[in-house]
């Protein structure tokens, strides 16, 4: 994108972009700054109150072996082992990931299915028991998260491309993308609506950390259902782990292009490359996130604030513009030709559909801007 950029935008785009992008994996960082820690503090605190009903707070002891070590105190100290652990690879480079993704694929899925599973035969459970979870189904409160979650889930676009350069015969794109499409929009639907069936309002903001070991009755569990049990609460420190580096690094080289961008310098010239673009940019890479995950773990805030505005400039606005000026720019090297009808015209080639989600980015910026202003009043 950043070379689409720079080819596409001028001085002040190329500048914006930047900013946007930064943001956004600031954002990024944060929030798994905020999730591994959290995952393993879960998973690894063993005090439980008398009453097993009552909500533990951050006040509370993680382990009754340690009374000077509460659940919050746990937290930060899972949040500095990561960053001592995992974050120092960023300030080297990751090659070679192929590996590290087809085993990353492979734990999702697997979670994925046995989360769906088990929250079918929670679904189950309850229904025996004439268990009626509370389910909220309007939220209006909760709508900055909901457009902060959808960037996420737009996540799931970043891989489409890549599903054209496989294809011998690429005439039936468009019905491979609306089943690709359609396939993921079914698995967000199978896992978000088991999910709330299963617990209801009481869903953690985290969903994997509704599978607590701790969370189910342990005396009528096997064996096999508790190391389930576990693989699902661990399974972001997993995943998570694997791609902190790699969204890191990608952030670093952002702020170094962004770096050499203002300073007017080549950053293939080996003489403009100091104790900044090597020690500094890192530093200045993990040190922000760190702050904000050792000050809340709030990830429906994180994904919030991220997703709504960082995540609706790389999800709408960025894209709108690459396309527009990109169009522009055929037009002024093919000229006519460009208009020329072919199999791979896309259905979305009206200047409408820009303008329409240029539109659509302003209105969510100020819905969501008001909706914090008027939940905080």
């Known amino acids: 994108m950043a070379e689409m950029a720079s080819v596409f935008f001028n001085k002040t785009g190329q500048f914006f972009f930047y900013i946007a992008m930064i943001l956004y994996l600031y954002g990024d960082l944060a929030i798994y700054d905020a999730a591994v820690p959290k995952s393993l503090r879960d998973t690894t605190c063993t005090f439980q109150h008398e009453n ?8 509370d002891l993680c382990w009754s072996s340690l009374p000077s070590i ?8 899972y949040v500095l082992l990561f960053n001592f652990t995992i974050g120092i690879l960023v300030f080297y480079n990751v090659e070679k990931t192929k590996l590290l993704q087809l085993l990353t694929t492979i734990m999702r899925w ?43 889930a737009f996540m799931c676009h970043h891989s489409l491309p ?7 015969d690429k005439k039936n794109y468009k019905y491979v993308f609306v089943a690709v499409y359609l396939c993921v929009l079914s ?24 599978f607590l070991p701790n969370n189910q009755d342990r005396e009528k569990q096997g064996l096999s259902l508790v190391i389930i049990d576990y693989y699902l609460s661990l399974f972001p420190v997993f995943t998570i782990s694997a791609s902190f580096p790699i969204i890191g690094i990608t952030l670093r080289n952002n702020l170094k292009s962004l770096y050499f961008f203002i300073a007017k310098k ?17 530093l200045i890479t993990l040190i922000p996130p760190l702050s904000i ?19 609706v400039a790389i999800q709408y606005i960025i894209p709108s513009c690459l396309v527009y000026f990109g169009r522009k720019e055929a037009v002024r090297v093919f000229r006519k030709n460009y208009q020329f009808k072919h199999s791979f015209t896309s259905p979305f080639k009206s200047k409408f559909w820009v303008f329409f989600l240029l539109l659509w980015a302003n209105l969510s910026v100020i819905f969501v801007t008001v909706n914090h202003i008027i939940n905080k009043k």
Request: hydrophobic share 40%; glycine share 6%.
């Open 266 to 282: 080549n950053p293939n010239d080996s003489s403009n490359r100091n104790y900044f673009t090597s020690i500094g940019l890192p």
């Open 52 to 59: 097993k009903n009552k909500t533990l707070s951050e006040d």
């Open 293 to 311: 995950s050792l000050i809340t773990h709030d990830l429906q805030l994180l994904v919030g604030i991220t997703g709504s505005y960082a995540g």
């Open 162 to 168: 890549g599903i054209i350069t496989p294809m011998r």
């Open 110 to 152: 697997a979670a994925f299915i046995t989360m769906i599973a088990l929250a079918i035969i929670k679904i189950k459970e309850n229904s025996e028991k004439s268990i009626n979870p509370t389910v909220n189904f309007v939220n209006v409160e909760n709508v900055p998260n909901f457009f902060g979650v959808c960037i996420y």
């Open 187 to 210: 698995f967000y639907l199978l896992l978000s609506f088991t999910g709330v069936y299963a617990f209801g309002d009481n869903l953690d903001d985290f969903y994997t950390l509704n």
């Open 70 to 77: 509460n659940r919050m105190n746990a937290y930060r100290s």
